[in-house]
């Protein structure tokens, strides 16, 4: 049975770091597309970034490009998300996601013209001094 558990989440200083972490089982993390999205409350569900597991590329939202890294260890079947940089702006409930769909790719999901098949229950976090 696929499961996906955040992990990292917290309260952060501006300008501080995090590292989340996802916990999967159930899923080879070696194929389908892999990725984090997040909310904030009253906002629209914003993707923050994807891993395509067919050849390892990577996709970030504008707002995160630079300051973010999203990473997977197969071994674990961990997916990672580095945040360095965090801005109150960055304030949501993340959660990490898995796309099965063979014809859809990091794009879709990016764009958000697809959701994600599955996703965790999501970790908090906030950034405030």
């Known amino acids: 049975q696929l499961q996906l558990v955040e992990s990292g989440g917290g309260l952060v200083q501006p300008g501080g770091s995090l590292r989340l972490s996802c916990a999967t089982s159930?899923?080879?993390?070696?194929?389908?597309?892999l990725g984090w999205f997040r909310q904030a409350p009253g906002k629209e569900r914003e993707a923050v970034s994807c891993?395509?597991?067919?050849?390892?590329?990577?996709y970030y939202a504008d707002s995160v490009k630079g300051r973010f890294t999203i990473s997977r260890d197969n071994a674990k079947n961990t997916l990672y998300l580095d945040m360095n940089s965090l801005k109150p702006g960055d304030t949501a409930v993340y959660y990490c996601?898995?796309?099965?769909?063979?014809?859809?790719?990091?794009?879709?999901?990016?764009?958000?013209?697809?959701?994600?098949?599955?996703w965790g229950q999501g970790t908090q976090v906030t950034v405030s001094s």
């Open positions: 996601a898995v796309g099965f769909v063979e014809y859809l790719y990091c794009p879709d999901y990016m764009s958000g013209r697809s959701e994600y098949d599955h």
């Open positions: 891993i395509d597991s067919t050849d390892g590329s990577t």
């Open positions: 159930g899923v080879s993390l070696g194929y389908p597309m």
